[in-house]
């Protein structure tokens, strides 16, 4: 019975040893911010590059991206929002991204929490927006800012060397 209880024991700190492990390489991560007086709150599970490529490699080019790891990425809105100038209904929406050499399309889809992309479905899409990406100084893990500009806040995602941004205004 002893041999067993250290057994039990070791395969358990291998397995949380293991988890902390999975964790600390994309862990969660969470923004907050304002658009006017709406709340925005973002949460996603932050990869780091590692020195691997990035675009149309680890993620490729056409295909729709959790814009993060583990779980897709998640974005709620307190209020009614625009988009880009593009109505949103209040809520909380799984933040999708096709991400392509010259343009990305924004995604926010109805079904916030699910894993990774794998039961995405474009009909469960709320709303799309076509953005342009740009370059970047290097930003080694995915970063999610909200930036409050006056009465309207840029939604920036940065990893690697871009840049991709979207405006919400109320």
Do not use: C
Not at 77 to 105: D, H, M, R
Not at 119 to 130: F, G, I, Q
Not at 142 to 155: D, S
């Amino acid at each position: 019975m002893k041999n067993l209880s250290k057994l039990v024991l070791a395969f358990t700190l291998i397995l949380l040893a293991t988890q902390a492990s999975f964790a600390q390489k994309s862990p969660k991560m969470s923004a907050e911010g304002k658009a006017g007086s709406t709340e925005i709150s973002i949460k996603w599970g932050a990869p780091s590059v590692r020195g691997r490529e990035i675009w149309d490699k680890l993620v490729p080019y056409g295909q729709v991206w959790r814009t993060g790891a583990n779980e897709a990425t998640t974005i709620k809105f307190s209020k009614n929002v625009k988009i880009n100038g593009q109505t949103l209904p209040a809520g909380e929406y799984g933040l999708f991204t096709i991400p392509t050499e010259g343009e990305w399309t924004i995604i926010f889809n109805k079904t916030a929490k699910q894993w990774g992309a794998y039961e995405y479905k474009e009909a469960d899409d709320a709303l799309r927006v076509k953005v342009s990406p740009q370059t970047n100084a290097m930003t080694e893990q995915l970063t999610l800012k909200v930036e409050a500009i006056g009465a309207k806040a840029q939604i920036n995602i940065l990893w690697e060397k871009l840049k991709v941004a979207f405006e919400v205004s109320e």
